[in-house]
T-cell receptor, first 114, second 109 residues
Framework: IAGITQAPTSQILAAGRRMTLRCTQDMRHNAMYWYRQDLGLGLRLIHYSNTAGTTGKGEVPDGYSVSRANTDDFPLTLASAVPSQTSVYFC?????????????FGPGTRLTVL | GQNIDQPTEMTATEGAIVQINCTYQTSGFNGLFWYQQHAGEAPTFLSYNVLDGLEEKGRFSSFLSRSKGYSYLLLKELQMKDSASYLCAVLDSNYQLIWGAGTKLIIKP
């Protein structure tokens, strides 16, 4: 089934630990995105990639890093987790052809940092 | 700064009609999206408007006025499964999506 997968579904992490959230899409979309969603706030963009080999910073990039080695995968790494990074993380992708550019979302990863 | 405003919560009755408003102030405009998000799930695409006017898609319609920085999502013949959050988002001049906080819609029988 075509779409976006994320792993893990949920995770409890000790502060200071390193964590990588995985995201894979099979739609051959050019662009991929990482968002965090917190109660009462809109989705906030962490990092994005317009095409394989390139990445950019979003609204809230501090404490996070990404890589885009190929079209399908876009992992998000927390180098040293802090409690304020407790959130639901969504990966998304879009064709990025200059048209409607609808973003399609993965199921999310619920991360708790203690 | 960039800002998207929508009501935090709305309540409506099954079978009725509800209108969810969204106002925006962004640096540039390349279209407005509405997404639906059920609790604990991912957002899913509902509609996209880039020109002024009404776009109808089954029970859902979306309206845009670029001069007023205003959009609404109209849901007709409400069903219990329409209970969800509805997210308004604007594609700005850098082709970044700016998201509102969402409107939680509660449907009562």
């Amino acid at each position: 089934i075509a779409g976006i997968t994320q792993a893990p579904t949920s995770q409890i992490l000790a502060a200071g630990r390193r964590m990588t959230l995985r995201c894979t899409q099979d739609m051959r979309h050019n662009a991929m995105y990482w968002y965090r969603q917190d109660l009462g706030l809109g989705l906030r963009l962490i990092h994005y990639s317009n095409t394989a080999g390139t990445t950019g910073k979003g609204e809230v990039p501090d404490g996070y890093s990404v890589s885009r080695a190929n079209t399908d995968d876009f992992p998000l790494t927390l180098a040293s987790a802090v409690p304020s990074q407790t959130s639901v993380y969504f990966c998304a992708s879009s064709e990025r052809t200059g048209g409607t550019d609808t973003q399609y979302f993965g199921p999310g990863t619920r991360l708790t940092v203690l | 700064g960039q800002n998207i405003d929508q009501p935090t919560e709305m309540t409506a009755t099954e079978g009725a009609i509800v209108q969810i408003n969204c106002t925006y102030q962004t640096s540039g405009f390349n279209g407005l999206f509405w997404y639906q998000q059920h609790a604990g799930e991912a957002p899913t695409f509902l509609s996209y408007n880039v020109l002024d006017g009404l776009e109808e898609k089954g029970r859902f319609s979306s309206f845009l006025s670029r001069s007023k920085g205003y959009s609404y999502l109209l849901l007709k013949e409400l069903q219990m499964k329409d209970s969800a959050s509805y997210l308004c988002a604007v594609l700005d001049s850098n082709y970044q999506l700016i998201w509102g906080a969402g409107t939680k819609l509660i449907i009562k029988p």
